[in-house]
């Protein structure tokens, strides 16, 4: 593993099947310059590394794939601290985007026990630098190994390499530590060496836990031949299939073969044809060996791909794309400019707007291993042949894209249309499709509205239901709509939609944050939720609160008031329309009550917002008698007991900018609270926007 920024090596790793690497978690966050136990995925970013072959060196990147953060051994919640020497999780598995590595087949793995002599060495991979220990003590979760007294010693950039039981010819695990002399407490310079101190002694993760912990993150599939399921229809489909196009053994080697190094498993037999029924569950056990079995036949036998394609769709196992495809894809994405690839989200809603709701909150590779398993769009051709979701988002991209990466991805996208089959002329209405979308969205100006239902669950815990709206009305985009979360779950989740609409369009302006809530939650305060660290309460070095409203505009809008009395519709409307009057009525009066609220507003048809200045013990029916006859701008003090110092900095700031003056006002609370005492809220009721709803997807876009 070397350094994202440069060549320094920062610890190593062991081969996996299908071109997967394990290596300790905190190596991954030392190559990417973060915090050692920083328990955070690290998301797309990817680490260069080194494979180190018997003949050739090869460099390449790795994303991570699994991710099982560092966590203290007595359970207490939290990262290591530095005084622990030991530690459980600190995994991580990545895949290397490259051409299947053959050089070093993956080894054998076997337990650690105590008396065995093992190996490592260091991350640079030259021979001269192996350690020889032997395994002093094993509990199944650390492993202590004691180095000789010549030759090399367990030092830094050894974590993550392979512990290699020289007998056994196999590794049993992995370096996490290494027990260091004493230090000057004052200059941190070893000290002179005594018989008393500890030497050579390091420790390493046993197999054991690797293997628990692994199967725990869902990564079982790397270290055991999985089966298909009996029960699975396209089974003996694919069989007969297979029998039919590849009677002959010498064509199953062949065929075979191909499949699996295309896929990232080594070949040692090349003269034994595997049995149809052991071919076809290969097929339906490793997610793109049908894909790359398609696109071999496609150049010698075509006439069978659609039927394997027609069988492959019965199962749930096999994946759009083969190998190839999506490393291709992949290398693209990654080459996009950070602004363009951070509107993914956004061309994704545009590209499926029927779609339900997208894990957004994975980062782009998870985006786009949802996006494989769509069957495709709401169209079709006369031959029933439809052009999955995945293809239709990136020729959305494609629009977008500068002409020099654009060529490159509508030239992935006719490859593949070709490999299934699908007429060109289909991609090409899509293509027409994006061209339209993507010139709409240049002359768009107003900033993104997200959109999010708030429910209450119990004390300090809330369902969370959100939609973003680019302009072309709300898509959902919260997948689960259930759980309850915390006020700074639910803060993180929102600033994390937010943060991505905001980089992928700076020029239109921070988006705003649209609470739907009930009448009884219009003084809830989500402006003031806020992110907690990643230890507890407490902030890294590198970390900042994240208080949602002192970063973005936050209002509220209440569709239980707005649409109780259907009668006031036109006045709301008609109020809306006059919006840029900036006519302003203020309820001030404690005295006042619904009856004077309600004649004063009949008066005042053009009145387009009210401040509500007055005690909490009347202030709540005022509100909502203005929302409930349609009064599109209302703004009040969540507390105070004198004149509000909100209302009185905000009344004179113009309608439109009220969203982001509120904003501003938050923000300057935080600085100087004791200045600026307010707790504003402001509800904002667009007549013009339209209300979220349910998104009910069709079959064929949500797979």
Wanted: glycine share 8%; charged share 25%.
């Amino acid at each position: 593993m070397l350094k994202a920024a440069g060549s320094e090596s920062v610890g190593a790793g062991v081969l996996l099947p299908r071109n997967h690497l394990l290596t300790c978690a905190h190596v991954v966050n030392d190559a990417l310059g973060r915090r050692p136990f920083d328990p955070r995925h690290p998301g797309d970013h990817t680490v260069p590394v080194v494979l180190h072959g018997r003949s050739r060196m090869v460099r390449a990147d790795a994303r991570i794939t699994h991710w099982v953060p560092a966590r203290r051994r007595d359970g207490t919640p939290g990262v290591p601290r530095a005084e622990d020497h030991e530690w459980l999780g600190d995994l991580a598995v990545l895949q290397v985007e490259a051409e299947p590595y053959h050089d070093v087949p993956p080894p054998q793995w076997l337990p650690m026990t105590i008396g065995q002599s093992l190996r490592a060495w260091h991350s640079s991979g030259q021979s001269h630098t192996f350690a020889d220990v032997r395994v002093k003590s094993c509990d199944e979760a650390v492993g202590y190994v004691d180095g000789d007294a010549t030759g090399m010693a367990i030092g830094p950039s050894y974590s993550g390499c392979p512990l290699w039981s020289v007998r056994d010819n196999a590794v049993v695990g992995i370096v996490a530590g290494h027990v260091m002399p004493p230090h000057d407490p004052v200059t941190g310079r070893p000290l002179p060496y005594s018989s008393q101190h500890i030497a050579r002694r390091s420790w390493g993760i046993p197999w054991q836990r690797i293997e628990a912990e692994l199967r725990a993150a869902g990564a079982a599939i790397l270290f055991e031949a999985p089966e298909p399921d009996p029960d699975d229809p396209a089974f003996d489909l694919l069989v007969d299939l297979l029998d039919q196009h590849m009677p002959a053994p010498g064509l199953r080697i062949e065929y075979a073969r191909a499949v699996a190094e295309h896929c990232g498993y080594g070949v040692h037999d090349t003269s034994s044809a595997p049995a149809t029924e052991e071919f076809a569950a290969l097929l339906l056990t490793e997610p793109r060996a049908l894909a790359a079995l398609t696109e071999v036949l496609r150049r010698r036998e075509p006439m069978a791909v659609p039927s394997l394609l027609a069988v492959g769709r019965m199962s749930q196992v096999p994946r759009l794309l083969s190998p190839r495809e999506h490393r291709k894809l992949t290398r693209y994405l990654d080459a996009l400019p950070a602004p363009l690839r951070a509107r993914l989200p956004e061309v994704t809603r545009a590209a499926l707007p029927l779609a339900a709701a997208l894990p957004m909150s994975e980062g782009i590779r998870g985006l786009l291993e949802h996006l494989e398993c769509l069957t495709g769009d709401s169209r079709t051709n006369a031959d029933g042949m439809r052009v999955p979701g995945l293809l239709r988002v990136v020729e959305y991209l494609a629009a977008l894209a500068p002409p020099s990466l654009q060529a490159p991805l509508r030239l992935w996208t006719m490859s593949v249309v070709d490999r299934l089959g699908i007429p060109a002329t289909s991609l090409l209405e899509r293509r027409t499709d994006a061209e339209e979308w993507a010139r709409a969205a240049r002359e768009r100006t107003a900033p993104a509205w997200v959109t999010a239902r708030v429910e209450r669950a119990g004390a300090d815990r809330y369902r969370l239901r959100v939609w973003c709206d680019e302009g072309g009305g709300p898509r959902q985009t919260s997948v689960d709509t259930e759980t309850p979360r915390s006020g700074a779950e639910a803060a993180r989740e929102l600033l994390g939609v937010l943060e991505s609409l905001y980089r992928a369009a700076p020029d239109r302006g921070r988006p705003v944050l649209e609470l739907l809530v009930g009448r009884t939650e219009l003084n809830l305060a989500v402006d003031e939720w806020g992110m907690t660290g990643t230890d507890g309460d407490s902030f890294g070095p590198d970390e900042l609160p994240g208080v949602l409203g002192a970063e973005f505009p936050v209002v509220v809008t209440c569709p239980e008031l707005l649409h109780r009395h259907e009668r006031f519709h036109p006045d709301w409307r008609h109020r809306w329309r006059l919006l840029d009057s900036d006519a302003l009525l203020t309820f001030d009066d404690p005295a006042q009550g619904r009856s004077e609220v309600y004649g004063a507003l009949l008066a005042g048809k053009d009145v387009v917002r009210v401040a509500v200045d007055v005690p909490p013990r009347t202030r709540d029916e005022i509100v909502q008698t203005c929302l409930l006859m349609g009064v599109p701008v209302v703004m009040w003090d969540r507390e105070r007991t004198e004149r509000s110092h909100a209302l009185a900095q905000l009344s004179p700031v113009p309608v439109r900018t009220l969203p982001e003056g509120t904003r501003a006002y938050r923000a300057m609370r935080l600085s100087s609270p004791h200045r600026y005492v307010g707790r504003p809220v402001l509800a904002w009721s667009d007549a013009d926007r339209s209300m979220p709803q349910l998104q009910l997807a069709e079959p064929q876009e949500n797979g």
